[in-house]
């Protein structure tokens, strides 16, 4: 007979690093139950969307494919990977408490698999969810999100198109200000080019209105003043129509939006802080929250799953929903510190990567203790 060699393979694993039967039935039970979970949310999600907007789509023509296409497959992986370590959690103690009341966890202990030993398929399980989050919070959800805004855009003709009072920094003598910036023209309006030595003026440019070419990255300024002052103290007035000028800035620089962030890679993101940051933007904390949040919220998946594993191990007399009521107990209160910790970050009482992480690393020391209380 042939040999398999996935089977060989398989065999191969299991020598190795010791995997046994009932770990892989831990881990399909874990993974399925996320799998259910998440279908069953994004299930009831999409029908309450569907009766919500299915009004608009077909005052809209939208056609059926594009409803289908370019709104729904764009619109369910932000809200899969949104609600994923959640539904980790919850999914845990789901099936971990159902093991449980069936006497299942005392006939692991019974077989002389210990407690830590048991939680290896859950870490693995964790492990696996963990590194989905990272691919979908870092590349698969900012395309999707730039996908769903051309969606509406295209479609629906919204989104938010316009800032105002923007003040940025174009180099380390030099500052810009627009007075309004409309993104969907691509124009400027009153603008100021200013740039200093020693303290004192040396440039000044004023324009009604300013334009981008994206083909050669230079700026045009329309109805401009130019107004210099050489280092002996003459003043130059120069007045036109159009005046073309490279400055250090691009349009995505103009439009302030807190949640442009979520339409980048995590290159792109760290790239667009750090030049956010040499101009001193006042949305930096919102674009620093952003990208410690695409780190923070998978690893917590491997948090929230062994804190499920401790909570619902143990057998109650009460059943399984003693175990799901604590358990949204505390995903509520991880919940709301994320929020808290959040809104102190954006005013700027607390440092961006401590906000994030400030819920982690509480729910962190919370699962320390519960591991160490739980019978074994």
Known sequence: MKSNPFKQ?????????????????LLKKMLGSVVFSITLLMTIVVVFDV???????????????????GYYLNFIPYFINLFIPLFTFISVIWFTSKLSSHNEIISIFDNGISFNRMLVPYITGAIIIMLFSLVMSNFIVPRTNRELNEFKYNFFGRRTSTSSYIHIKNSANSYIFVEHW????????????????????????????????????????HKYTRRTVDSSGVETIVTGESFDTTLNITPMNLYQDAYVSETMSYRELRRFIKEEKKRGSSLLANYQIEQHKRLANPLGIIIMTLLGVSVSCRKSSRGVGVHIFIGMGLAFTFIFLQQISTVFSVSGGLPPILGTWFPNLIFAAITVVMLKITPK
């Not at 393979?9 to 039935?25: A, M, N, Q, S, V």
């Not at 919500?52 to 409803?67: D, G, L, Y």
């Not at 100021?192 to 045009?220: C, L, M, P």
């Open 9 to 25: 393979l398989k065999e191969l694993f299991r020598e190795k690093t010791g995997w046994k039967i009932i770990d892989g039935y």
């Open 51 to 69: 009766s919500e907007n299915i009004q608009r789509f077909m005052s809209h023509n939208v056609p059926a494919k594009e409803v289908i296409t």
């Open 182 to 221: 409309d993104k969907l023209e691509e124009k400027g309006y009153f603008f100021t080019f200013e740039e200093f030595d020693n303290n004192a003026i040396r440039q000044k440019i004023s324009a009604n209105t300013i334009t981008y070419s994206e083909d050669d990255g230079v700026w045009t300024l």
